[in-house]
């Protein structure tokens, strides 16, 4: 089986727009400099013996700067998919960063089927944590979804 390599590339965007929404959350570093850590260093290059795969750099900008556009309304959604007495300070705040960039997904880039963009982030999500924590991604962007758009 062939893989597609666009699709390859916007599954390296999310993941590296993951990792800058956190980088952007824990350093409070100016956007367009931290897009420009990214494009420079990072997307598509090699670090440390680990290469890193060619991102659609498009898509990246897109989804980092979409979420911090619209971070109350992508953070009152999630919230609002948390079990009672959660809040989004308890959440890992990677976890956040994948919820938030699906969420942007679901809510902003109606080009991306709806179930490919959940499928995305659970699979970001199995890259930083267990089969639990992929579950309540995939719970919390399935609800976020269908509130975006109710199924017919």
């Known amino acids: 089986m062939t893989v597609n390599p666009r699709s390859q590339a916007r599954s390296a965007a999310r993941l590296g727009a993951v990792q800058a929404l956190y980088q952007l959350e824990m350093e409070r570093t100016p956007t367009a400099r931290l897009l420009d850590e990214f494009h420079q260093h990072r997307l598509g290059k090699t670090i440390e013996d680990t290469e890193f795969a060619a991102a659609d750099v498009a898509f990246f900008d897109d989804v980092v700067r979409g ?3 619209r971070r109350s309304e992508i953070d009152e959604r999630i919230a609002s998919h948390l079990a009672q007495g959660w809040a989004l300070a308890r959440l890992d705040r990677t976890m956040l ?3 938030r960039a699906g969420t942007y997904e679901l809510l902003a880039r109606p080009d991306v089927p ?3 963009a959940i499928s995305e982030y659970v699979d970001v999500a199995k890259a ?4 639990r924590e992929a579950k309540f991604v ?3 962007l399935d609800a976020v979804a269908r509130d975006i758009a109710p199924a017919d």
């Open 114 to 116: 709806r179930a490919a």
């Open 138 to 140: 995939n719970g919390v």
């Open 97 to 99: 960063q994948i919820l």
């Open 67 to 69: 979420v911090e556009a």
């Open 128 to 131: 930083f944590f267990e089969d």
